[in-house]
Every structure is written in structure tokens, then in C-alpha cells.
């Protein structure tokens, strides 16, 4: 049972324009979700979060947006840049139910100069 | 230094050997994570420590599959009788206190695992 899925395994941008990476869930009783990106030969590392009960949080070049009507998330990543290049995984986490946090298979993204 | 730590960052074994595989998590963080990546697949919750709690094993794939936490901080991932499937990056992760709301695991390296 996949409770979170990045349903699209690569994504190619041009640098500069927008990137977009999406992600789907299932359980209604996760209270927040992140997203962590992953070079080749390292651990992943945090990117940016959101809670339930926003729907929307910016950290400089990165938004992440919620709707939870949907069970959708999304990561816009503008202007893109090569350095963006990796694996990008959403994760999420129900602390109702437990701490372990839930991640989805990832999108390798590729940002072309 | 200040981040997770894993050995051995390379294992390569025969079929049916046993491994053990070493997470050293950030100091102070009370819950620690074991993940593995296969090939092409995305990051599988493994098993969970959360303090002194009963760990959360329910994402081991097998029997063969253990780990402890000594002393609430240095972990070691046990894998009896491998198998050729548990090819993959094995990855540690800790975390402050989960009740935290903005939770952030902060991940080693990783221990590419080869079963042969």
C-alpha cells in the first residue's frame, strides 16, 4: 500500500523556466509533509515543509503547495537552475499514528543550461 | 563530526552470510531511522526508535531482518542469511524528538549493500 506516490520518475526543465514536481497521498490523517532532495552517492537532505493546515510555504526559490481536498502536494522550484539537478522524494508524516515518515518513490529532476 | 555517520559505507557478501551494518546518529537526537533504497525504487521504511519506545519494526521485510539501538544512540541494522534481494543503499536517519512539528531527518550516507 503506497501511501504516497510521485507517480512521474524523471523531469526534464530548461534553466530558468519553472519546475514542478508533484506527489499524491492517501491517508487524510497525515499532519505534515516535506520535501528532501537527493544527490547521487548521499543521504537525502531536507528541502522545505508544510503543515496540514497551511496550504502554502515559500523559501526562496522553493513553494510548496497543499491541497488537501485532493491529497495533492506540489514543489515549484523557480527560476530552475542546473544545480537543482537530483532526485527529489515527498515525504509525509501522521503523528497520530506514529513517527516514522513516509516517502514517496521520487522524481529525478534534470535542469538543462 | 556533527552529522549521521555510517559504516561501512561499502559491503560486499556471499549469499546466506550474515552483515551488520553501523548507524552513529547526531548527538542529542532521540529517534533514529533505517531506510533502503533499491535500484530504481524509492526510500522503504524499514524499522523506527523513538526513545525508550518499543521501536516500530512493522516495515522489516523479513525475519532475517533486526536492529538495535544500544543505549539510545548507536544503531546496528542485522541482516541474517542474505539474500541476492537485499541488494540495496541502506540509510540511517535521525531526527530530534518526532513530537516536534517541523520533523527534519537528517540522513548519512548510506551503506551500498552487494549480496552476490
Known amino acids: 500500500d503506497q501511501q504516497v506516490k510521485q507517480n512521474s520518475p524523471s523531469l526534464s526543465v530548461q534553466e530558468g523556466r519553472i519546475s514542478i514536481l508533484n506527489c499524491d497521498y492517501t491517508n487524510s490523517m497525515f499532519d505534515y509533509f516535506l520535501w528532501y532532495k537527493k544527490y547521487p552517492a548521499e543521504g537525502p537532505t531536507f528541502l522545505i515543509s508544510i503543515s496540514s493546515i497551511k496550504d502554502k510555504n515559500e523559501d526562496g526559490r522553493f513553494t510548496v503547495f497543499l491541497n488537501k481536498s485532493a491529497k495533492h502536494l506540489s514543489l515549484h522550484i523557480v527560476p530552475s537552475q542546473p544545480g537543482d539537478s537530483a532526485v527529489y522524494f515527498c515525504a509525509a508524516i501522521s503523528f497520530n499514528q506514529g513517527g516514522k515518515l513516509i516517502f514517496g518513490q521520487g522524481t529525478e529532476l534534470s535542469v538543462k543550461p | 563530526g556533527a552529522g549521521v555517520s555510517q559504516s561501512p559505507s561499502n559491503k560486499v557478501t556471499e549469499k546466506g552470510k550474515d552483515v551488520e551494518l553501523r548507524c552513529d546518529p547526531i548527538s542529542g537526537h532521540t529517534a533514529l531511522y533505517w531506510y533502503r533504497q533499491s535500484l530504481g525504487q524509492g526510500l522503504e521504511f524499514l524499522i523506527y526508535?523513538?526513545?525508550?519506545?518499543?521501536?516500530?519494526k512493522s516495515g522489516l521485510p523479513s525475519d532475517r531482518f533486526s536492529a538495535e539501538r544500544t543505549g539510545g544512540s548507536v544503531s546496528t541494522l542485522t541482516i541474517q542469511r542474505t539474500q541476492q534481494e537485499d541488494s540495496a543503499v541502506y540509510l540511517c536517519a535521525s531526527s530530534w524528538d518526532v513530537t516536534h512539528l517541523n520533523e527534519k531527518l537528517f540522513f548519512g550516507s548510506g551503506t551500498q549493500l552487494s549480496v552476490l
Open positions: 526508535f523513538q526513545g525508550n519506545s518499543a521501536p516500530d
